[in-house]
């Protein structure tokens, strides 16, 4: 009985010293905090004390709205509804650009290409849809379908007009070729469902993950 409680004393002086060692690790990699990120960095945020004020109200889905995306031009965005439409919007006039029926309308992500030429979405289909805002088809019809998650989509986000990135529920991100309809590399570190990812410097991607038994946020190259 002595040498089990000798045994379970040594596991935890074990896990303290863990403990401390990814404490320390984490302290040396913490180069600044947020405050003094937002106060470096000009992020567009409200000075303190500065109310948030709404300016355009975009009416036009019939059901809830799950996702919204931003273009690089600041004046369009695209919205993914339960509506099963995916919206491409003017904000300045709040008038409807586009309306794109979806196969499915369990959508959950969308995302606007840089270029403003194209638009992305994908849901509890497994399967991240292409559009080309540039096709004369009306209504426009989707132009590249890629399938390989076997999870639903929760995240996707293009790089370029010819490569998208994706996360899903199956515990992957996946890097595209569009054009191929191919997938080009698989990143498969994690034990849960990789709910988004964010771009964070010049080929690196950080996915964090929506579990309780993997806590990390690994970087990869793409």
Known sequence: MS????????VKKEIEDLKEKIKKKRDEMRD????????????????????????????????KIY??????DK????????DGKLLVWDALTTN???????????VMTCAYSPSGG????????????????????????VC????AHTGYLSCCRFLNDKQIVTSSGDMTCMLWD???????TEFNDHNGDVMRFVFCAPMVLYAPVASFTNNSCPGYEY
């Open 96 to 106: 409807k650009v586009h309306a794109i029926p979806l196969r499915s309308s369990w």
């Open 32 to 63: 600044t905090t947020l405050k003094q990120y937002v106060e470096k960095e000009d992020i567009g945020l409200p000075a303190r004390g500065e109310k948030m004020k709404m300016r355009r109200t975009l009416k036009g889905h019939l059901a």
């Open 118 to 141: 194209f638009v992305a979405c994908g849901g509890l289909d497994n399967i991240c849809s292409v559009y080309n805002l540039r096709s004369r088809d009306n209504p426009i019809r």
């Open 3 to 10: 040498d089990v409680q000798e045994k379970i004393k040594k």
């Open 178 to 184: 569009i054009e191929a309809g191919t997938k080009v």
């Open 75 to 82: 004046i369009h965005l695209v919205s993914a509804s339960q």
């Open 144 to 147: 590249r379908e890629l399938n």
């Open 67 to 72: 996702a919204m995306h931003w273009a690089e």
